[in-house]
Nanobody
Framework: QVHVVESGGGLVQPGGSLRLSCVAS????????MGWYRQAPGKQRELVAV?????????NYADSVKGRFTISRDNAKNTVYLQMNSLKSEDTAVYYC?????????????WGQGTVVTVSE
């Protein structure tokens, strides 16, 4: 079993910054890609950013966050981060982290419970 826990959400004013963290814990597993999704009230969950496990850590971002958000990871700590700058009201959402995990065979995706980000005056 793998547990994924997000932290770092909160209330921030427009134009401000937040840094989300996500840790995956368990035993004897390897993590492939890790990613952040978000779900705003009344909307479907959408991809925010994803990062691979390779040495270069290739990344992919939603168009709406390019240039403002940065995803990074610390493989030694099984942790992924999301640095969010120049936040807008439309970034308000529950942010979910996921980890694609394998024990050498099939890959499984684990999700965290989410952390709330509210961008408001």
């Amino acid at each position: 079993q793998v547990h994924v826990v997000e932290s770092g959400g909160g209330l921030v004013q427009p134009g401000g910054s937040l840094r989300l963290s996500c840790v995956a814990s368990g035993s004897a597993f390897s993590i492939n890609a890790m990613g952040w999704y978000r779900q705003a009230p009344g909307k479907q969950r959408e991809l925010v950013a994803v990062i691979s496990s390779s040495g270069s850590g290739s990344t992919n971002y939603a168009d709406s966050v390019k240039g403002r958000f940065t995803i990074s990871r610390d493989n030694a700590k099984n942790t992924v981060y999301l640095q969010m700058n120049s936040l807008k009201s439309e970034d308000t959402a529950v942010y979910y982290c996921n980890a694609d995990v394998t024990w050498g065979g099939p890959q499984f995706r684990y999700w965290g419970q989410g952390t709330v980000v509210t961008v408001s005056e």
